[in-house]
């Protein structure tokens, strides 16, 4: 009987339970959509935001100290305060190797108001895609060229294919680099060619890492010393920025291994920001399909009004009415979401392909849950109508001739 009950309800009216349909797909599309891009949407964050370069920078310990204690000096910290090249690969060995997306290991030398820097150019293009060459070409390593930064080029006149001399060997320029930070005003040269002018053989003094990491919450704010054994699995199975810095110390001792905060902070404030907002476009979209439920529901029920008042006249009880009523707009509410649930998993990938350039991979437990949201849905905008025509006395409206 329920099953022949809810097959002919729904044959009437049909254009307002299309309408009730569309309100449903539309909303539910939206929350498909978003919903889709916002659970997919850090990993790919993450990989844009690691244009910007390095979020780990690791020095040596006793560099640290040196910097930070004027009495210790090179002198007396000697090759401590550097970190041995063959050290660095070891960066690729920890818990989280898969997360590190490139690192640039570097030396650091100075000749009179010069600043140069020693790279290996393969890893420093790789860590900073979007440092641009304003003149010239890149440099190659191995070679008897290097970089200047755009405002070493300014003060100095220099553009490439000049011959300069850098710390007291003549160094061609290849290019003019532009990179918007502290290396605009620095030369950059092989690494290996700076370690042997420097008398450093296969040493170095930083290493830039850049790293896909899960925004900081409170919990890895916590001090690691402070923490139980169960919480400090929990935090070092977590790929927060301090947690690889952690593995890094770990890998390579002797160094010390800090986020870089204007790096990390902003990726945690971009992400949290625009999971906002799609969680807010997600209610508001629901929310209008409720309301548009609600809104569609309440006129046919006053249509229906004499219907309900015989089912209750010839014994039907009240739960029975509710179920009969109650079916047909889940099963309504089902239509809507299944053609909104598959819109908005079009929509997402839409959304991954023109704003990230990949397709957006959506598990298939998404929509499932998106049609049961639906259901969900359309029987709460359906319940204040249905309560309130199930309160109406049945005699009351048979009389009226309803």
């Known amino acids: 009987m329920i099953v022949r009950f809810v097959r002919d309800s729904i044959r009437r009216s049909p254009k307002r339970k299309a309408l009730i349909i569309a309100a ?34 690791v020095t040596s310990r006793a560099a640290a100290l040196t910097g930070g204690v004027g009495g210790i000096t090179e002198a007396v910290t000697g090759r ?33 108001q010069l600043t140069i820097q020693g790279v290996q150019f393969g890893h420093l293009r790789e860590m900073n895609p979007t440092w641009q060459v304003k003149q010239g070409s890149w ?25 300069i001399t850098v710390v007291g060997a003549p160094c061609k320029v290849s290019g003019i680099v532009s990179s918007g930070d502290e290396a605009d005003d620095r030369i950059l040269m092989p690494l290996a060619s700076l370690q042997a002018l420097t008398h450093k053989p296969g040493l170095v003094d930083r290493i830039d890492v850049a790293a896909l990491t899960k925004p900081e919450d409170d919990f890895a704010r916590k ?9 400090f699995e929990r935090w070092n199975c977590t790929n927060y920025v301090t947690s690889i810095a952690h593995q890094i110390e770990e890998a390579i001792p002797g160094t010390e291994a800090r986020p870089v905060r204007r790096v990390a902070d902003s990726e945690g404030k971009v992400l949290d920001s ?106 709460a905008g359906a319940a204040q109508p249905l309560r309130r025509a199930l309160r109406l006395e049945p005699a009351v409206i048979l009389r009226e001739g309803i």
């Open 274 to 379: 625009i999971s906002g907002l799609m969680a807010l476009i997600t209610i508001a979209a629901l929310l209008s399909a409720g309301l548009s439920v609600w809104s569609l529901t309440a006129t046919t029920m006053m249509e229906r009004r004499g219907e309900i008042a015989i089912m209750q006249a010839i014994g039907g009880a009240r739960w029975l009415v509710a179920t009969l009523l109650g079916s047909e707009i889940a099963l309504i509410g089902l239509a809507g979401g299944v053609v909104g649930a598959l819109t908005g998993v079009w929509l997402a990938k839409l959304v991954g392909e023109s704003v990230f350039h990949d397709a957006i991979q959506i598990s298939w437990i998404l929509p499932l849950l998106i049609m049961v949201a639906a259901m969900l849905v359309a029987l």
């Open 139 to 163: 440099a190659s390593d191995g070679s008897n060229t290097c970089m200047i930064g755009a405002g070493v080029a300014r003060r100095n006149g220099w553009a490439p294919d000049k011959t």
């Open 80 to 112: 401590a305060t550097y970190i041995e090249q063959s050290q660095v690969p070891k960066i690729k060995t920890i818990f989280w190797a898969l997360n590190i997306t490139g690192y640039s290991p570097s030396l650091l030398a100075h000749d009179g």
């Open 24 to 57: 449903i797909a539309l909303g539910t599309a939206v929350a498909t959509a978003m919903l889709g891009v916002m659970l997919s949407i850090g990993d790919k964050i993450n990989v844009e935001l690691r244009e910007a370069g390095a979020n780990i920078v």
């Open 223 to 231: 001090d690691p010393k402070t923490m139980t054994s169960k919480e």
